[in-house]
């Protein structure tokens, strides 16, 4: 006969509650710990030359409690495609600011940068003066 008493069986309940716990417990987790901080510059009417300095920024605001990747990284997108410039790398998310040197590219007026840490998020696209073929 099982007794619902025997030490194994609340051993076993205790396991399950704690299974269960973890996972209604992770999701919010996950959620909380991504940051997206939105980019405040540059803008929809940012000019940029080549060769110039000019400094990105974003909101820092409201950063969560804990940040799983605080390295910050910003690529260049053309259009609908991110390329393969890195603009600047290895400094902190929490910044709110970073200076980059605008690099050397054909003049178009739908470049946009995007900013990782946890997550990316991209800027509004603007022109770059460059090279014209
Ligand atoms: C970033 O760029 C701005 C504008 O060109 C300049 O005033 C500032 O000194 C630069 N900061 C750093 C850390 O290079």
């Not at 997206?36 to 030359?49: K, L, M, Q, R």
Request: avoid cysteine; charge should be neutral; hydrophobic fraction near 40%.
């Amino acid at each position: 006969m099982i007794s619902f008493s025997t030490p194994i069986f609340l051993l076993g309940s205790l396991f399950i509650g704690l299974l269960s716990q973890f996972a209604l417990a992770t999701p919010t987790l996950v959620t909380k710990d991504v940051y997206v901080p939105p980019i405040t510059y540059p803008t929809a009417n940012a000019v940029w030359s080549v060769g110039e300095v000019q400094t990105v920024t974003w909101d820092v605001s409201t950063p969560p409690q804990q940040i799983t990747n605080p390295n910050g990284r910003i690529f260049l997108r053309a259009g609908d495609r991110t390329t393969p410039l890195v603009l600047a790398n290895n400094f902190n998310i929490l910044d709110g600011k970073v200076n980059i040197t605008v690099p050397n590219v054909l003049t178009r007026n739908d470049y946009s940068i995007v900013l990782f840490g946890d997550s990316g998020n991209f800027s509004p696209q603007f022109q770059i003066k460059g090279v014209d073929l």
